[in-house]
């Protein structure tokens, strides 16, 4: 029996009408001849809810049972989508990640997936079950205590049982009808993709595009599953949506295929730091330890100056701008234990990171040269600059991140299929 994976978020099954109306889709496909493995969100609101009540109870709390309180909502809408199904006729029945199970390792809170066992689903559906509601976003260690994946960690859920049980496709519902060029909040002009290859969306996910969880397209793009984003609030058939895609399933792609933001970025500048080998070393192995997320990283040509003995370089690197303070900490305390040395440490919080990414750019030049003329034109100063094969992003100050993001879908002419 050819098999879907079809996978509902938290908005797709905020009250009962929506999971009725979710199940519908699922019925829809039962009676196309497939067999459903369908992954459930918690209702929407209801993870932040139970983060809270955690919070709450215990500031510190015990890692295990946060998971177990939180894992909780998926339960509920898995129990509610099976009984929903069932008083449409369909045979269906939930399943929480333990009853899999769902083998994950012991790191609560940030679990990963170490193998889903099919033997047990197999024999429900050769019973002639044909819907196997899973709760997403969770899982169960090798100690038999439950875990969970991280937040949005459902998308990923959804992946690994399309890798797992051979699925035709995986389609994740949400409330955006697809992948966008660009966040049409921004742009008016973003356009819905038909196709993405895994290494664009990847990038797209990491940039800030809130569609799919950044792991799910990991996972998707090793296993090869086909990956599709639509609309639970349309009526979809099976061209609706954004495929996510080996490349080689796209046949044409353009040089840029769009254009992510993030906006909460910060620059942090070490000014005459000793250039010696070992230094980068020595700055980035203490962020890395403190838990920053570096993203990009400048060193300077190295230069002489008055009163330093040796050649200094000033070292540049963008955090998350809510890390500032604990990169901060951690260059400090090098400093003070003498394994750096920097006359100052400078910030700037003010920046925001614009990237154009595409596949398309393996094999093609002068694309930095097209968006770096794009910003100029709108007068845009560039503070940083990094590129990738498939990627060139740029830290710019924030309050000009909009008309970036404009400028440089006009200049790649991505309104245009
Ligand atoms: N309910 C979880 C969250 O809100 C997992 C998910 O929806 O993907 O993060
Ligand atoms: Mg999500």
Not at 13 to 41: H, P, Q
Not at 188 to 193: H, I, N, S, V
Not at 400 to 413: G, I, K, N, P, S
Request: charged share 25%.
């Amino acid at each position: 029996m050819p098999l879907l994976v079809m996978k509902f978020g938290g908005t797709s099954v905020a009250d009962l009408s929506r999971i009725k109306n979710a199940a519908a889709k699922v019925k829809t496909e039962v009676e196309r001849g497939y067999d459903v493995i369908v992954i459930v969100s918690a209702m929407s609101g209801k993870t932040n809810e139970l983060v809270g009540w955690v919070e709450s109870t215990s500031p510190l709390y015990d890692a295990r049972e946060y998971d177990a309180v939180v894992s909780s909502g998926e339960n509920v809408t898995a129990g509610l989508m099976a009984l929903t199904l069932q008083e449409m006729d369909i045979p269906a029945r939930s399943w929480q990640g333990w009853q899999v199970p769902i083998q994950t390792t012991s790191a609560h809170a940030a679990a990963r997936f170490v193998d889903i066992p099919r033997a047990n689903m197999d024999a429900k559906f050769a019973e002639g079950f044909k819907v196997a509601v899973v709760a997403g976003f969770q899982g169960v260690s090798p100690e038999g205590r439950i875990t969970t994946l991280g937040r949005g960690g459902s998308d990923t859920t959804a992946v690994a049982f399309a890798a797992a049980f051979g699925a035709e496709r995986c389609d994740i519902y949400t409330d955006v009808d697809g992948v966008y060029t660009t966040d049409p909040r921004i742009s008016p002009k973003a356009r819905k993709l038909d196709k993405i290859a895994f290494e664009e969306m990847l990038e797209l996910a990491s940039l800030g595009a809130k569609v799919l969880q950044t792991r799910s397209v990991e996972l998707a793009m090793r296993y090869k599953v086909r990956l599709r984003v639509l609309s639970s609030f349309e009526d979809t058939d099976e061209t609706s949506g954004t495929l996510v895609c080996d490349e080689d399933e796209i046949m044409e792609s353009k040089v840029v295929s769009g254009v992510a933001y993030s906006r909460d970025e910060a620059k942090m500048t070490l000014i005459r730091v000793a250039d010696r080998p070992g230094v980068a070393s020595a700055i980035f192995g203490p962020l890395a330890e403190a838990g920053v997320n570096v993203d990009m990283i400048v060193q300077n040509i190295s230069e002489t100056a008055a009163g330093h003995s040796g050649a200094t370089t000033d070292m540049t690197f963008s955090v998350p701008v809510n890390q500032v303070a604990r990169a901060r900490k951690a260059m400090e305390e090098a400093r003070a234990t003498g394994s750096i040395s920097y006359d100052e440490l400078v910030e700037d919080t003010d920046v925001a990171k614009v990237s154009v990414v595409g596949i398309g750019m393996r094999s093609q030049v002068g694309v930095a040269a097209r968006m770096f003329a794009a910003l100029a034109a709108e007068n845009v100063n560039i503070k940083v600059i990094a590129t990738s094969e498939i990627k060139i992003s740029v830290l710019i100050d924030r309050k000009y991140m909009e008309l970036a993001v404009q400028a440089l879908h006009d200049a790649f002419e991505l309104e245009k299929a």
